[in-house]
């Protein structure tokens, strides 16, 4: 081990690092990738430049006796599926712009915050694009996260390199759920007074 030490110093920093990508690559391809038997395997459609295996199990009670470790297909929701389940939990009659509002959501905020995402976004704004709010101290909540522009709006269009001072932005469901997802990674859910509704 010693040694190995002494030669990595050796080897310049950028090469150092691949040296480690590639070692850790092929640990990783070693335990966590299984390798089913080829009658097993079934190649699905490329799913963003990745050919998907689909583990199916066998029928015949000779291949289930020979087969020592039986691979179960890894259980995965449907992106549609679940769009389609978590609006159920919201409204019977949802809207295209519903759906994809919570697509949005899916794709900003990590998997952990999705239902608080899709419930703070329900309390504020009931996924309206366009819902308005105003405050007593005269600013305004906008879009489907109601976000303030008393400030908040204007930094937040800023950090995703938009014109902070187009507060139009905001009614963009894009730009308003990612803005939203910069704002949670920041701070959570302190910043919204829906946050009582998670």
């Known amino acids: 081990m010693l040694q190995v030490r002494k030669r990595l110093k050796r080897v310049p920093g ?22 089913p038997s080829p009658g097993a395997a079934t190649i699905s459609r490329p799913i963003r430049g990745v050919i998907a295996e689909a583990i199916t199990p066998s029928t015949s009670p000779s291949s289930r006796l020979s087969s020592t470790h039986p691979v179960a297909p890894r259980a995965r929701r449907s992106p549609v599926a679940g769009v389609v389940a978590d609006l159920a939990g919201f409204t ?11 697509t949005l ?13 899709e419930a703070v976004a329900w309390c504020e704004s009931k996924f309206r ?29 800023a950090m995703l390199g938009e014109n902070p001072k187009d507060l139009n932005l905001a009614f963009n469901p894009v730009l308003n759920v990612r ?15 829906c946050a009582s509704a998670i």
């Open 14 to 35: 950028h090469s150092a690092g691949l040296i480690r990508v590639g070692a850790l690559a092929l640990v990783v391809s070693l335990t966590i990738v299984p390798s």
């Open 92 to 102: 019977t009659s949802p809207t295209p712009s519903d759906g994809h509002v919570l």
């Open 105 to 117: 959501i899916h794709q900003d905020f990590p998997a952990r915050a999705w239902h608080d995402a």
């Open 129 to 157: 694009v366009t819902d308005i709010g105003f405050d007593s101290n005269g600013t305004h909540d906008r879009g489907v996260f109601q976000l303030n522009d008393g400030g908040t709006e204007q930094y937040l269009m």
């Open 179 to 193: 803005a939203a997802a910069l704002l949670y990674a920041r701070d959570g859910w302190s910043q919204w007074s």
